[in-house]
């Protein structure tokens, strides 16, 4: 069956530095992966679309790959703040998106 | 100031009740679609919709029901049949249905007493 696999142990890092998620999937040929941040009793907001012939994006500090040998997207936050703190979602599909449970990421001051 | 409202933020409903949670955009979206988020798990699909007066069912839309009569609208039932309704629901929009970004709702959050 179709499964994403995001980690469940929250991340946590000092401020300043770059924080890594990753996204892995299995059983599927996404034509996209999307990440969204998701803060606390809020709906998600979305950050960055890749696509499948593509393999990185970049938005002022945030950087996406997307290996679709290995079936694996990482999601970068470079210069990390305090700010950044929230639960960030992958979502990848052929048409309406399928999203993982997410990450929770917790920037120390 | 265009967006998603969903109203109520929090709403309780008895066991046995019927609940119908708004959703609204302003952002001239073809494609509406509803979302259930459980603590610790993902989106799960209930219903969407792509155009006005047409919807299909998700992964999970058994106790549900929707309806799309205009295209800023998307309401949706929560019935007695939903076994186990008390969850957070999030309403989105996308221009079209395909890839395109999803605008969430501030979500509403349904507790079943």
């Known amino acids: 069956s179709q499964k994403i696999e995001q980690n469940s142990e929250a991340l946590n890092i000092q401020e300043g530095k770059t924080a890594t998620l990753t996204c892995n999937y299995t059983?599927?040929?996404?034509?996209?992966l999307q990440w969204y941040r998701q803060d606390p009793g809020r709906g998600p907001v979305f950050l960055l679309l890749?696509?499948?012939?593509?393999k990185e994006k970049r938005k002022e500090r945030l950087k996406v790959t997307f290996d679709t040998t290995l079936k694996q997207s990482l999601f970068h936050i470079t210069a990390s703040q305090p700010a950044d703190s929230a639960t960030y979602l992958c979502?990848?599909?052929?048409?309406?998106?399928?999203f993982g449970r997410g990450t929770s990421l917790i920037v120390h001051p | 100031d265009g967006g998603i409202t969903q109203s109520p933020k929090y709403l309780f409903r008895k066991e046995g009740q019927n609940v119908t949670l708004s959703c609204e955009q302003n952002?001239?979206?073809?494609?509406m679609y509803w979302y259930r988020q459980d603590p610790g798990q993902g989106l799960r699909l209930i219903y969407y919709?792509?155009?006005?007066?047409?919807?299909q069912k998700g992964d999970i839309a058994e106790g549900y029901s929707v309806s799309r009569e205009k295209k800023e609208s998307f309401p949706l039932t929560v019935t007695s049949a939903q076994k186990n309704p008390t969850a957070f629901y999030l309403c989105?929009?996308?221009?079209?249905?395909?890839?395109?970004?999803?605008?969430f709702g501030p979500g509403t959050r349904l507790t079943v007493l």
């Open positions: 989105a929009s996308s221009a079209s249905g395909d890839t395109d970004t999803q605008y």
């Open positions: 059983n599927y040929s996404p034509a996209y």
């Open positions: 890749i696509r499948e012939n593509e």
């Open positions: 979502a990848l599909g052929t048409y309406i998106p399928t």
């Open positions: 952002l001239n979206h073809d494609a």
């Open positions: 919709s792509q155009i006005v007066n047409d919807f």
